[in-house]
């Protein structure tokens, strides 16, 4: 077949004007036709392969507020269903003395019970302010803090799994404030597929003022470490009532069903949770 291969060279050389082939050119269009999977066509299309132009940034330098360098940690804890009563009052006994004691640059977002969802189970939202940095100064000061070692050992009897992950904010989301109650509030879990984030936040960066009129948009989300391409919306609601007529409002806003459109197909699962905050939350 090497002669054919050649003769094909030949003319694209005298349609491009150069030189007839050479020994080198015969070698070369051998070795692509033994390594192909389609030996009729498989070397003419790869000519025409589609080369990505790579990214200068990751999507979390995209994505996040440059304005601030907070990092964000949340934790979901399944507690034993008779622990429950006893877990949420050593929570409010020890949690409150982190989040007011300013030698820890962290502080309380959110806490909450799971009331639709996984029952049974505690949601804790922590804000580092300064990064990086600032979660491994907290680290490194809990390991000597004896309380809340006792604390985490106590807790440990009442759980029967845990796990967390770091988030970054979202820069066109609101950044979570202290809000008065009561409410109820909706976690709002996306597991996208990869390399979709880009895509969804720019959707969502056009979408979100669809959602704004009520002010049930809290925060917004997208993981770091655990579990990746995952991604967390936060709504706060009077009710489940007013949740739906809320959520209902939106579809007659024109641009909201383009959001949808083009975002669903990003995504690989989804779940929500509808919970109630704890008297330590700050978002009640």
């Known amino acids: 077949m090497a002669p054919r291969l050649c003769s094909i060279s030949a003319v ?15 070698a070369a269009a051998a070795a692509a036709r033994f390594y192909s999977k389609d030996n009729e066509g498989s070397w003419f299309r790869s000519l025409f392969v589609h080369k990505v132009d790579p990214r200068k940034d990751a999507h979390s330098t995209l994505l996040s507020k440059k304005e601030t360098s907070n990092l964000y940690k949340i934790q979901f804890h399944n507690v034993k269903p008779e622990y429950l009563d006893a877990y949420n009052s050593l929570t409010e006994a020890v949690l409150p003395k982190l989040h ?42 809990l390991k000597n803090n004896k309380e809340y ?11 029967l799994s845990r796990r967390n992950q770091l988030l970054l904010e979202f820069s066109f989301w609101n950044e979570p404030q202290p809000r008065a109650g009561p409410n ?64 209902n409002a939106a579809w ?33």
């Open 12 to 26: 694209s050389r005298q349609l491009l004007g150069g030189p007839g082939p050479r020994a080198g050119d015969v």
């Open 100 to 141: 007011l004691d300013e030698d820890y640059p962290c502080s309380l977002v959110g806490n909450w019970n799971t009331w639709y969802g996984e029952q049974d189970q505690a949601v804790h939202l922590w804000r580092f302010s300064g990064g990086y940095p600032a979660l491994m100064d907290c680290m490194n000061k």
């Open 149 to 159: 070692l006792e604390f985490r050992k106590e807790r440990s009897q009442m759980l």
């Open 184 to 247: 109820i509030y909706e976690l709002r879990t996306y597991k996208l597929k990869p390399g979709t984030m880009i895509e969804w936040g720019n959707n969502w960066a056009r979408a979100i003022k669809y959602r704004q009129e009520n002010q049930e948009a809290v925060g917004g989300f997208f993981s770091q470490i655990g579990e990746l391409y995952v991604v967390h919306h936060l709504w706060a609601y009077k009710d489940l009532q007013s949740r739906e007529e809320t959520r």
């Open 252 to 284: 007659r806003k024109r641009g909201w069903d383009e959001n949808v459109y083009y975002t669903v197909p990003l995504v690989r699962h989804m779940e929500s949770r509808i919970m109630i905050p704890l008297k330590i939350s700050p978002l009640q």
